[in-house]
Nanobody, 124 residues
Framework: VQLQASGGGLVQAGGSLRLSCAAS????????MGWFRQAPGKEREFVAA????????YYADSVKGRFTISRDNAENTVYLQMNSLKPEDTAVYHC??????????????????WGQGTLVTVSS
């Protein structure tokens, strides 16, 4: 599976962005998908994940209520709608594909395939 993230940019605090992650290959619908982010000087951290069917979604506490992950298996794409953005959301956002067990859904180890990342900058 090859992943291509897009949709990043510069936005003011309180604004919104929608990230997309397009996947190649015929097996996208069988993979769980995740979004992770890495801020300058910090380790990569979990943001959100969605199971292959779209039936279960998981969020980091820091984004719960502001971000929404969704997927369109017909379009081989996963989305991250980000609302009420804060300066601390500034990071490079990466999408990932895998089949993590529940205990790994929020860890990098749960995912086998990674996109190159898209930069989100939130100004105060």
């Amino acid at each position: 599976v090859q992943l291509q993230a897009s949709g990043g940019g510069l936005v003011q605090a309180g604004g919104s962005l929608r990230l997309s992650c397009a996947a190649s290959g015929h097996t996208f619908s069988s993979y769980d998908m995740g979004w992770f982010r890495q801020a300058p000087g910090k380790e990569r951290e979990f943001v959100a994940a969605i199971r292959w069917s779209g039936g279960r979604r998981y969020y980091a506490d820091s984004v719960k209520g502001r971000f929404t992950i969704s997927r369109d298996n017909a379009e081989n794409t996963v989305y991250l709608q980000m609302n009420s953005l804060k300066p601390e959301d500034t990071a490079v956002y990466h999408c990932a594909a895998g089949r993590p067990i529940l205990s790994n859904v929020a860890t990098q180890n749960g995912y086998n395939y990674w996109g190159q990342g898209t930069l989100v900058t939130v100004s105060s």
